[in-house]
C-alpha cells in the first residue's frame, strides 16, 4: 500500500506540473497575442487619423482660398512692386531724391502732416550741408520758453529742434480735416504694408469712384486706402511746385521724391546697415578662406596618413 501511495503521489505531482506549463503558456500566449492585436490596432488608428488630420487640413486651405477668392467685402487694391533705385542688396538710396522729397514734404505734406521724430539735424551729410540745414531750420517759429516774465515764446528753429506740428494738438486737427486725423510721416513706410510702394500708389491713385460705389461728402476715392474712402484730397498735381534743382514737377516725379524722403525718414541707418554688411561679407569670406586652409593644414595628416599591419616575422 505504501509503494501505491507514492506513485500516486508522484503522479499527482507530475500531471500538476504538466498542467500549470500547459496554462502558463497558454496564458502568455493569450498575452502576447493580445497585446500584439493592440498594437496592431493603434498603428492603422494613427494611419486614420493622419488621413483624416490631411484631408482636413487640405480642405480647410481650400476653402479659405476660395473664400478669399470671391471676397468681395475687400475694397483694398493691393500695390504694384516698383523698380526702385535703393531696392539692390548693396543699393543706397538716391540722396538727390531725399532732398526734392525734402521740398515736396515742406511745401506741400507738412501743411497737414508731422514728422515729429525727424529733427532738421538729420538733414546734415544726408541731403543738405550744415549751412543749408541751418538754413532750413531758421525758416520756422518754434515755440519755447518760458522766459524770464514766464511766458511762452517764439524764436528761429536750431538744427537741434525737431519738425513742427502744423496743429496745436490731436482736436485741432481733426477740426481741420472733417474729424480725420492726418498720421505722422516719420515712419509711416515701416508701418504700412508695402512700405514706399504704397506711399506712391496711393498719391497717384486718385480717381472717380466705379459705378455702383458712393463716397460721401468730404472724402475722396482712392482704390488703394482701405475701403476705398479716404479723408485726404489729392494733393500732388503736376506744377504744383518748383524743385531747386529744376527737374521738371509732375505728380509721379514728386510722389517718388517723396516716397523715398520717408524711406529715408523711417530707415535712417538704410545706407549704413548695407554698408556694414557689405564690409561683414568681406570680413567673413577672408576668415572663412584661413579658417579653411587651417583645417585642410591640420587634418591632412590624418586623412593622407596609411595604416598598415605588418605580421611578426
Not at 469712384?209 to 484730397?233: D, H, K, Q, T, W
Request: proline share 5%; glycine share 8%.
Amino acid at each position: 500500500m505504501g509503494i501505491i501511495a507514492k506513485m500516486a503521489a508522484v503522479a499527482c505531482r507530475g500531471v500538476r506540473t504538466v498542467l500549470g506549463k500547459s496554462a502558463g503558456t497558454s496564458i502568455l500566449t493569450h498575452q502576447s497575442a493580445k497585446f500584439s492585436t493592440l498594437r496592431d490596432m493603434a498603428t492603422a488608428r494613427k494611419a486614420v487619423l493622419a488621413a483624416m488630420g490631411v484631408v482636413g487640413g487640405g480642405a480647410a486651405g481650400l476653402a479659405y482660398a476660395l473664400n478669399q477668392s470671391v471676397k468681395a467685402s475687400d475694397l483694398e487694391l493691393h500695390t504694384a512692386k516698383f523698380p526702385w533705385s535703393h531696392d539692390g542688396v548693396f543699393s543706397s538710396l538716391d540722396h538727390a531724391s531725399i532732398r526734392r522729397g525734402y521740398e515736396v514734404y515742406k511745401n506741400v505734406c507738412a501743411a497737414c502732416h508731422s514728422m515729429k521724430y525727424i529733427a532738421f539735424r538729420n538733414l546734415v551729410g544726408v541731403s543738405h550741408t550744415e549751412a543749408e540745414a541751418k538754413e532750413e531750420a531758421m525758416g520756422v517759429q518754434i515755440d519755447d520758453g518760458p522766459d524770464d516774465e514766464g511766458m511762452m515764446f517764439k524764436r528761429p528753429g536750431k538744427l537741434s529742434d525737431y519738425f513742427p506740428n502744423p496743429y496745436p494738438n490731436d482736436e485741432a486737427a481733426r477740426s481741420a480735416n472733417n474729424g480725420a486725423l492726418p498720421p505722422d510721416l516719420s515712419y509711416i513706410t515701416s508701418a504700412r504694408h508695402g512700405g514706399e510702394n504704397y506711399i506712391f500708389s496711393l498719391l497717384t491713385g486718385y480717381c472717380d469712384p466705379p459705378a455702383g460705389v458712393s463716397v460721401r461728402e468730404g472724402l475722396y476715392y482712392n482704390p488703394y486706402f482701405v475701403g476705398g474712402a479716404i479723408g485726404m484730397a489729392q494733393a500732388l498735381y503736376n506744377e504744383v511746385m518748383e524743385y531747386s534743382d529744376g527737374t521738371p514737377a509732375t505728380a509721379s516725379q514728386m510722389a517718388k521724391d517723396v516716397s523715398v524722403f520717408l524711406k529715408w525718414a523711417a530707415e535712417p541707418e538704410h545706407d549704413d546697415r548695407k554698408k556694414m554688411a557689405l564690409k561683414a561679407l568681406m570680413m567673413f569670406s577672408m576668415l572663412f578662406s584661413i579658417t579653411y586652409y587651417i583645417k585642410r593644414h591640420k587634418w591632412a595628416v590624418l586623412k593622407s596618413r596609411k595604416i598598415a599591419y605588418k605580421p611578426p616575422q
